[in-house]
Structure formats: structure tokens, C-alpha cells
């Protein structure tokens, strides 16, 4: 977890539960960003091996998950290391971190096309590549603006 989405986490804990009269934090796309950046990685690295793309798409998934997981936990345990932490604390870290798992949905859509058989196999795995580039193009833009 980075230090911004920390402490926009820190701040909803300490104010209270969600929803209690207040609203959310502003979002922090940061997490949006690195998702992007795994999948693009990933799609890279496999659009030129002889994977099949159920392993692709497989790969894209459970990969984004698996990194998805590992920053709910360490906003849990850096929450923690401040004292008792409550599910909707948890439940918040979760929020805070969903964006990264929506960075795999639409290439792994693409790649699927292949599975598919809707598409070549090596054009779904070009397409959802340069899908991927054109995510971490319009992060460029959000973020600079």
C-alpha cells in the first residue's frame, strides 16, 4: 500500500465507520496505476511465448489478485501497528485497493476472445497488450492534469 492510499485509509479509520454521516475519501487512483503497470507487464512478457490464453488470461487474474492481496494486507498490518482494527476497517483497506483489480478485467476480456476462438490468438494477445498501453496512457493524462 502506498503512503497516500495509507493515509486517506488512516484518516476513514480514524473518523469512524463508513457511512456514518460522512463521505469517502477522495479516491486514490494509485492503485489503479500499478495494477495497470502489472498487467501491462504480464501481457507483455506472454504475448511473445507460446502460452496458451487460458494461461494468459489465468495468469492476468490470479496475478492481480495475489498483488490485490498482498497490499490489503500490509494496509492491515500497518493499520494494526496503530491499534485494534474493526471488519469495516478491513473492508475499507479492500475498497482502497479495488482498483487494482479492475486493471485486469478488460485484457483479460480480450485475451479470452482468443480462447474463443472470436479472434487469433496472437491478434487478442496484441490487442489486449496495446490496450494495456493505452490504460497507462490515460493514467498519464489523469494523473497530469
Known amino acids: ?3 497516500i ?3 486517506l485509509l488512516e484518516e476513514e479509520v480514524e473518523e469512524g465507520a463508513p457511512g456514518a454521516g460522512r463521505a469517502h475519501p477522495p479516491a486514490d487512483l494509485s492503485a489503479a ?8 507487464s504480464l501481457v507483455a512478457v506472454q504475448a511473445r511465448s507460446d502460452s496458451s490464453p487460458e494461461f494468459v488470461a489465468l495468469t492476468l487474474l490470479i496475478g492481480v489478485a495475489v498483488f490485490w492481496l ?6 492491515l498490518v500497518a493499520l494494526r501497528m496503530r491499534g485494534p482494527i474493526r ?12 482498483p487494482m483489480l479492475t486493471a485486469a478485467l478488460l485484457p483479460a476480456a480480450i ?4 480462447l474463443l476462438e472470436a479472434v487469433p490468438v496472437q491478434a487478442a494477445l496484441d490487442v489486449a497488450l496495446a490496450v494495456c498501453i493505452a490504460q497507462l496512457f490515460v493514467w498519464g493524462l489523469v494523473v497530469g492534469r
Do not use: F, N
Open 1 to 3: 500500500m502506498d503512503v
Open 33 to 40: 496505476v500499478y495494477g495497470s503497470l502489472l498487467v501491462t
Open 70 to 75: 498482498a497490499d490489503v494486507w500490509t494496509g
Open 5 to 7: 492510499s495509507r493515509e
Open 87 to 98: 471488519w469495516s476497517d478491513a473492508r475499507s483497506v479492500a475498497r482502497v485497493e479495488s
Open 111 to 114: 485475451v479470452s476472445l482468443g
